[in-house]
């Protein structure tokens, strides 16, 4: 929050300027101790008699040298890093405040070459502003996008969104401009704008760095998007797992309405659009959206069968624009700067820039927002600076729990979602999780099915089935014997029933790390080398 | 209209008067009256059953199944549709937790870091399982998969508090702080 200048502050100012520093608030800092080491800066400053204004920022997503604080300097932002609260003491003798040398000192933020190798479109300001301040919204370029659209009519709204090549970012990479023009063009007197932030997918965060670190910019894709398809009501539908983000952007969403960014009379245009937070219960089938849709209703989230889609019949049966965070969060910079500035990064079909989350087995983990078209490789040694453990790094899950395992032959195909569908993996919501060569993949696979059984919704049988039998599949593959070639056999066959025969992705694509786990590391499982086909499901 | 006082409270009671029967047992029970008041509150929010929910376990620390009765009646639904949503949904409880609520991290980025060993140190520690509760009653271990921070696994949250980069050393710490506080 900013600190507002009051007389105490101006007087202290003339004996001496206070210098701002910046402490992440984001979830990932304060699990590391962020909030002592800000007491602890306040504390130093008061016994040394020095002005200091600590602005709590979101995190930068160099989350390994998180609490990551910033002095601002003459010569720019400098950073530090991660500080605990007894580095504090050193950090004012080595005077930081004027950026002064210290070995936990990284140089001027924006030279770290992790920040400066990246393409930071969405992310332009996650890490920068001050996340609650709409001033510093405005000051970075908050809201162009918005005053754009409230010029546009809907259907160039749409126009523009379509000839961008945004892509649902969720991880099915439906074109978000087709999505829109559908519900656009349903009729319903009342239409919904609803973004999927029930973020379950193990190694990802993109979602919630953002939701922390620059709420507005939610706030603003979801009004535009409103406007696009003449809805007038919008909910954030957010997993209970993530108490930091929900306080955050319910006080955004208070703030945007006294600033006449949402309510009746949208800054002053005559155009209406509210929005509300829902918290989900858990639940990880709830990612998938008419689970979602179900579970803002308030009934149990099992997955509605398609057709209608949600964009004729959605939410309490109306037509429903549902994206992602990452999706809604990129259409502002879109309208702001333009279709062809979004298309021209990236390769193929895969055009913008997608917010890469390094988890895992990692010695650098934290987000990386790249165009499409860089490689694993690059990411898991350039930025991740290969194993946290220091072991050889032996296999990689992209995209999340339904994500294929990828052994090192395929970490050099470019990452785009045309050339991973074609190797049988799938990129998702961008996460990955990297695992160093202790790593035992029949427990990997095993793990796949029971998650799967643990979180299906139950309604169609080869998922709410098919994931019990694969776990005792696999648990006789484990124990090994004779049998082990009939039931990798028998394995191989259920995996093809849920993969064709499932209702929705999560009994559909849990045969993706199962499957891939049994192609690729084959040895784990007991194989000759002689037996293992190429290509995954 | 007068309807007769009604003493079947098993199904959709709120076709049936239900308003009536829910005033007179929240004059008995405090649970019930919470459960009213929650859910009267809020009953014209559409899809109003998850933030009711929610509210009623902030309040009471669990939704009692005395409460189903009154929030099925409010919303208009059958009991079994309330109970089957509660059920659904793994953060709600139908039964109070320990003092404390130590959630461990069981998805695959925690894996990758040790993970399960940290699971199996607090099983130790605590001399219960996942889902159980201490015998002091202080302590309930839950499974969680994923808390979003994945890049500084294993984590855990210590009553809803995330802590990252976590070492059996420091979840002990953690649980002995706790235990004191």
Same mark, same amino acid.
Not at chain 1, 432 to 457: I, K
């Given at each position: 929050m900013t600190v507002a200048p009051d007389a105490r502050g101006a007087k202290e100012s003339a004996m001496n300027a206070p210098v701002t520093l910046y402490v992440p608030r984001d979830t990932a800092a304060l699990a590391v101790g962020a909030d002592a080491v800000a007491d602890a800066i306040e504390r130093q400053a008061a016994s040394r008699g020095l002005a200091v204004r600590i602005v709590r920022n979101g995190s930068r997503g160099l989350l390994w040298l998180e609490a990551l604080v910033e002095v601002a300097t003459p010569r720019g932002r400098v950073a530090y890093g991660p500080v605990q609260p007894e580095d504090v003491a050193g950090l004012f003798d080595s005077g930081w405040l004027a950026g002064g040398a210290h070995p936990l000192g990284h140089g001027p933020t924006e030279d770290i070459p992790y920040l400066k190798n990246q393409e930071r479109l969405t992310f332009a300001r996650v890490g920068v502003i001050d996340p609650l301040s709409p001033a510093d919204y405005e000051r970075h370029g908050g809201l162009a996008g918005l005053r754009r659209a409230l010029d546009m009519d809907a259907a160039a709204i749409v126009a523009e969104i379509t000839a961008s090549g945004l892509r649902g970012r969720g991880g099915a990479a439906f074109p978000a401009g087709i999505k829109w023009k559908t519900a656009l063009e349903a009729q319903g007197e009342q239409k919904y704008i609803v973004c999927n932030a029930d973020e379950g997918d193990s190694g990802t965060y993109a979602d919630r760095l953002l939701m922390e670190g620059d709420p507005y910019v939610l706030i603003e894709g979801m009004a535009i998007a409103g406007l696009a398809v003449q809805a007038t009501h919008g909910y954030i539908y957010v997993r209970s797992e993530y108490p930091q983000a929900i306080a955050v952007l319910q006080e955004a969403i208070a703030r945007a309405r006294r600033a006449g960014w949402l309510g009746d009379d949208i800054l002053g245009r005559g155009r209406r659009f509210d929005l509300e937070v829902r918290v989900g219960a858990g639940a990880y089938i709830c990612g998938e959206e008419t689970s979602l849709l179900e579970s803002l209703e308030g009934k149990r989230g099992v997955v509605r069968a398609k057709p209608p889609l949600p964009a004729v019949a959605g939410l309490f049966g109306r037509p429903t624009v549902i994206n992602n965070v990452i999706t809604l969060a990129s259409v502002p910079g879109i309208l702001d700067k333009g279709a062809a500035h979004y298309r021209d990064y990236g390769v193929g079909r895969s055009q913008g820039t997608l917010p890469f989350q390094l988890a895992g087995n990692l010695r650098q983990g934290g987000l990386v927002e790249k165009a499409f078209g860089l490689t694993l490789r690059e990411l898991l040694y350039d930025f991740g600076g290969g194993s946290a453990s220091g072991r050889p790094l032996r296999a990689v899950q992209v995209g999340g729990p339904l994500g294929a395992y990828l052994p090192e032959s395929q970490w050099d195909i470019p990452l785009d979602y045309e050339a991973?569908?074609?190797?049988?993996?799938?990129?998702?919501?961008?996460?990955?999780?990297?695992?160093?060569?202790?790593?035992?993949?029949?427990?990997?696979?095993?793990? *796949?099915? +029971?998650? #799967? *059984?643990? +979180?299906? #919704?139950?309604?169609?049988?080869?998922?709410?089935?098919?994931s019990t039998r694969g776990v005792e599949v696999i648990d006789r593959i484990r124990a090994g014997g004779a049998d082990r070639e009939r039931q990798v056999h028998l394995l191989r066959d259920l995996c093809d029933t849920m993969l064709s025969g499932s209702l929705c992705a999560l009994g559909g694509m849990t045969p993706y790390p199962v499957m891939s786990a049994l192609d690729h590391f084959p040895e784990d499982f007991g194989a000759q080398p002689t037996e293992a086909p190429a290509q995954a499901a | 209209m007068s309807r007769p006082p009604i003493s079947d409270l098993a199904s959709t009671a709120g076709a049936r008067g239900g308003e009536q029967a829910v005033s007179t047992a929240a004059a008995s029970d405090p649970t019930i009256a919470a459960a009213a008041r929650i859910a009267s509150g809020q009953r014209h929010v559409p899809g109003a059953l998850l933030p009711i929910l929610h509210a009623i376990q902030a309040e009471l620390g669990c939704i009692p199944p005395a409460a189903v009765q009154t929030v099925a009646e409010t919303l208009n639904l059958s009991r079994a549709e309330v109970h089957g949503v509660i059920t659904f949904y793994p953060h709600f409880r139908s039964a109070p937790a320990g003092r404390h609520v130590i959630e461990i991290c069981r998805a695959e980025s925690c894996q990758a870091m040790g993970g399960d060993r940290l699971a199996e140190h607090a099983r130790g520690r605590l001399g219960c399982d996942f889902h159980g509760t201490t015998a002091d009653g202080g302590v309930t271990l839950e499974p969680v998969y994923c808390l979003g921070l994945c890049a500084q696994s294993p984590n855990v949250a210590m009553d809803g508090r995330a802590h990252a980069r976590m070492t059996p050393e420091k979840l002990d710490r953690l649980l002995a702080q706790a235990r004191a506080a």
């Open positions: 991973y569908a074609k190797a049988g993996a799938m990129i998702g919501h961008g996460g990955l999780v990297a695992f160093d060569d202790t790593v035992d993949m029949t427990r990997m696979a095993r793990f *796949a099915m +029971e998650f #799967c *059984a643990v +979180e299906s #919704c139950g309604k169609c049988t080869p998922c709410r089935i098919g | -």
